[in-house]
């Protein structure tokens, strides 16, 4: 059986590949696409490869079409977002549609605050799709600081999610037309096109959905609780504006912040032939491990290993405290970033060694060089005399390939 995360060239993003099933007969899901350029040079040609060899002719009567059975979204930001959108326009405009989507993952920004006053979401939309198309939206932003007595710093993750809510909205018209099923759990449902609203943890305890071929999900966030909470805030917001009638962008900007933006990352657990990978999108360690012990997987104050753990957030030490390489801990360590926004950042991959000392690991990055002197930054870890162990527990994507395979089960050589 295969069970394999393939981590692409996502630049500063991601874009992952989950190889399952039987080896003569391998089943693909596609999590994130990485920011621009990235669909086109490395995701698309990529999936060209697969199609090749085991395209299948579809139900359209269409030779060599490559049945992807989830193509999920973390969440709205450029750097996950972007090739997905590539990836389904390519779908719209190509007449051979080389993939068949069974179902798409994503929870749109008004799903998450829950907002049911159309004519407040259609304005805050309105302005956020303006602000964005004119390249005003630092401005935007700004001006909306300013009226509210901030200090006018561009919050990175209030930023993306601003920026990115037209193209989550473009996201879900692009799979309807494609006929690709949204928020489908298994692909027994998306066959079914039996849905939920959104991808959230499930309450009262571990949930482990059987999606495919024996591959099992456990969603860990984002945390239904936290969402109800979020949604009761919001709606209580849009009481208090209407009667204010305060302006539709100043109630979006109070709410394009850095929970509305964690809250909204998927989480799951992956499950195979005994093996298991925690895939966590952007979000923060601290809610993941509310999610690890809500699942129970985790028990408060304890620790929990997975044969492979994608570090979150590329590696940012902003996101994580060392405590969470403490009780969580992996094999395999996914980082997938190449200096951009300083990531990875070295107290990251040091807390990750500090954590597991002399232990048997490995740490994948996706680059060993590129912005804000990445490479010299890992060069001088690595020359650290309390660090040097870790020479032989990095391992690098070949600067010619389009990814690496991190195999769990048996390899995959095509």
């Known amino acids: 059986m295969l069970f394999t995360l393939e981590a692409l060239q996502a630049k500063h993003g991601d874009s992952l590949i989950l190889h399952y099933g039987h080896k003569k007969a ?12 990235v669909f086109r040079k490395w995701l698309g040609p990529r999936l060209e490869e697969l199609r090749a060899k085991w395209g299948k002719v579809s139900t359209s009567g269409v030779d060599k079409v490559l049945p992807i059975d989830l193509l999920m979204v973390s969440h709205i930001d450029d750097d996950h977002l972007n090739g ?4 389904f326009e390519k779908l719209e405009e190509d007449g051979t549609k080389p993939y068949e989507i069974a179902t798409l993952w994503h929870n749109a920004f008004d799903d998450i605050l829950g907002n049911d006053d159309d004519e407040l979401r259609k304005a805050i939309s309105s302005e956020l799709k303006t602000a964005t198309a004119s390249g005003t939206l630092v401005d935007f932003v700004k001006a909306i600081d300013k009226e509210q007595g901030k200090d006018n710093s561009l919050d990175r993750e209030r930023m993306a999610v601003a920026a990115n809510v037209p193209q989550g909205q473009r996201l879900r018209n692009l799979a309807k037309t494609a006929k690709a099923q949204v928020n489908c759990l298994t692909l027994a449902d998306a066959r079914k096109a039996k849905s939920v609203k959104l991808v959230a943890a499930a309450k009262g305890g571990s949930k482990f959905y059987d999606f495919n071929d024996g591959l099992k999900f456990c969603i860990i966030g984002p945390s239904a609780d936290r969402l109800a909470a979020l949604q009761k805030e919001w709606a209580k917001a849009v009481r208090a504006a209407a009667k204010k009638k305060q302006k539709a962008k100043a109630l979006a900007a109070a709410y394009l912040d850095e929970s509305a933006f964690n809250l909204s990352s998927i989480v799951i657990v992956a499950e195979l032939g005994g093996k298991r990978m925690l895939l966590t999108g952007d979000a923060r360690g601290d809610y993941i491990l509310e999610g690890l012990i809500a699942s129970k997987l985790l028990k408060k104050g304890g620790a929990v290993h997975f044969d ?14 060392e405590a969470f390489f403490r009780q ?5 360590y996914v980082v997938s970033a190449d200096g951009k926004h300083n990531n990875p950042d070295m107290p990251t991959l040091q807390w990750i ?7 048997d690991y490995l740490i994948h990055l996706t680059n060993r060089d590129g912005d804000n002197e990445l490479g010299k930054k890992l060069t001088d870890l690595l020359a ?8 032989k527990r990095v391992r690098f994507r070949d600067d010619d390939a389009k990814g690496m395979k991190i195999d769990l089960l048996e390899g995959v050589k095509y």
Request: no cysteine; glycine share 8%; proline share 6%.
């Open 84 to 87: 997905v959108l590539a990836l």
């Open 328 to 332: 969580v801990t992996a094999d395999h």
């Open 384 to 391: 650290t005399p309390k660090f040097k162990h870790l020479k």
């Open 353 to 359: 060694a500090n954590a597991r000392g002399q232990d």
């Open 308 to 321: 492979l753990l994608k570090v979150m957030h590329h590696g940012s030490d902003r996101n994580v405290e």
């Open 26 to 37: 391998p089943r693909f899901i596609v999590i994130d696409g990485g920011p621009a350029t």
